[in-house]
């Protein structure tokens, strides 16, 4: 689906809709020394390249795609997507930033700056999410804007995956999120959700339906 036209505005950062050329400045991010960061997006089926995901973006209706530009530089720093879009009812969040921008609370101004846009404009009920369970920063900035865990499930690892890292002293205590299943390594990911009504909880908003017309 095209993204609708959107420009959202916070301190730092504008959120809008994507745009061929951002792939560029996406491409140059720095990637992630963090051996870990490989196991953060293991797809749950084959992954393509973004240039062809950006076609397929585009004429996919269950899908949306926006860009994270910070207002100083107008770099784009990171992406927010939804998929399995269930018009007024739900969609599956995605977001990432290069590694040269995390850790400095561009994620959770983003997320702050696009959830009214999700539930209050788009008029979304519930936002669901996935997440390794070993990802510690992006859950701890999920469940401070207010998402549950529901449920887990485990993904398999790549076999050609290096895991050694996970014998080294900072990685020790993600062990218990691996299992061996089937002769394969496999990684916990907890599934997530935010509900319009906990949101509005939080903001200390009143429940009221956004839908358009009611
Ligand atoms: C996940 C992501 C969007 C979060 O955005 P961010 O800008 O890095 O996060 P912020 O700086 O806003 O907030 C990080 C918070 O996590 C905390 N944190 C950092 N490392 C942590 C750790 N190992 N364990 C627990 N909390 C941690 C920070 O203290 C901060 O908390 P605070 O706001 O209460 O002080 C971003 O890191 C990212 O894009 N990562 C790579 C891709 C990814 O993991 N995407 C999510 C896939 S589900």
Redesign the pocket.
Known sequence: MRSPAVHLESPRLVIREIQRNDLQQMEAWQPFSDPL?RL??IPRRTSLSREIWFVLHSSDPTRLWFAVQRRADKRVI?TISLREIVMYESARLG???GADY????????ALRLFLPYYFDELGFQRLF?D?AAT????I??YE?LGFQQTDRHYRSIPDQEDLSFLKEEPYRHLRVYFRQRFGHMQLQFYDMILERREWQKQLGQPARSSRPGL
Do not use: C, D, P, T
């Not at 995390?102 to 101004?109: H, R």
């Not at 990802?135 to 992006?138: H, K, Y």
């Open positions: 960061h953060w997006n990171g977001i990432s930033f995390v850790a400095q609370g561009y994620g959770s101004e999410l997440v990802n510690r920063r992006a701890h900035v401070k």
